[in-house]
């Protein structure tokens, strides 16, 4: 696996940044998800994980180490990740309000997703945290769709307004629901992680089917008549 540059030019004097440099990760983040799995004991040997906003892609390089040659990670995110990793690890750029899990066959089901998902932030704290949990309440859906029953999800999220309904819909869907707050956040951020563990088989959803190419999906009855 080929280990890149840190590019959070802002942190050059943080601890963790240096420590990820020094280390070889992509960023900082990985230790985020280390004190987790470490908390949680969510990462084993042969696991299939989905990793939602995977870029720069240091979560990746954890799991991957983690889960070795027999275990499968699949990344995606609106930005392409430049690392080069073994054949069971993939990545692809995609938007997860346009992606489905139904992409990757009919009958594909991973054993944990994680989500360090964040959206651009536009300096409206208001804003930035709804959008923040859009994000959360789309990574819930998509392990809905994505996990076996029993599967666990992580998925980051600034607290605002729909905090309340997340935490409902994260504790109908799981055995067990836990909000954790990782040590490697900056002081100023209000980030946490919601950690859902064992799905419930009753909150298993089908993926809807990937969207058809658009010139496919025009119907016939509305296509242009024939000259
Ligand atoms: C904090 S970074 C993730 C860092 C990553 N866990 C790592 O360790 O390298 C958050 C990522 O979420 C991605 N993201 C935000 N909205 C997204 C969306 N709608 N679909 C896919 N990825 C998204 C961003 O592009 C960004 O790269």
Redesign the pocket.
């Given at each position: 696996m080929s280990r890149p540059k840190l590019n959070d030019k802002l942190a050059r004097h943080d601890p963790a940044y240096l420590r990820a440099k020094r280390e070889n990760?992509?960023?900082r983040?990985?230790y985020k998800?280390e004190e987790i799995d470490k908390r949680f004991k969510l990462v084993r040997p042969g696991m299939r994980v989905l990793?939602?906003?995977?870029?720069?892609?240091?979560?990746?390089q954890?799991v991957a180490e983690k889960v070795g040659d027999d275990g499968l990670v699949y990344g995606?995110?609106?930005?392409p990740v430049s690392l080069s990793f073994p054949a069971n690890v993939q990545h692809v750029i995609?938007?997860?309000?346009e992606?489905t899990p139904a992409a990757l066959g009919p009958d594909v089901r991973f054993d944990l997703v994680?989500s360090?998902?964040?959206?651009?932030t536009t300096g409206d704290a208001h804003n930035d945290k709804w959008r923040s949990e859009s994000?959360a309440a789309?990574a819930l859906e998509i392990a809905r769709q994505a996990l076996r029953p029993g599967g666990h999800l992580v998925a980051?999220v600034f607290q605002g307004g729909q905090f309340p309904d997340l935490l409902k819909q994260w504790r109908e869907a799981f055995q067990e629901m836990k909000p954790f707050h990782a040590k490697n956040t900056r002081a100023s951020s209000s980030e946490q992680y919601l950690v859902g563990r064992g799905l419930r088989a009753s909150a298993v959803l089908p993926a809807p089917p990937p969207a058809a190419p658009a010139s496919a999906a025009v119907p016939a009855a509305v296509s242009p008549p024939k000259p």
């Open positions: 990760y992509a960023a983040a990985v998800l990793d939602l906003g995977c870029w720069p892609g240091s979560w990746m954890y995606i995110d609106l930005r995609a938007d997860v309000f992606w994680l360090d998902m964040a959206p651009h994000l789309r980051k």
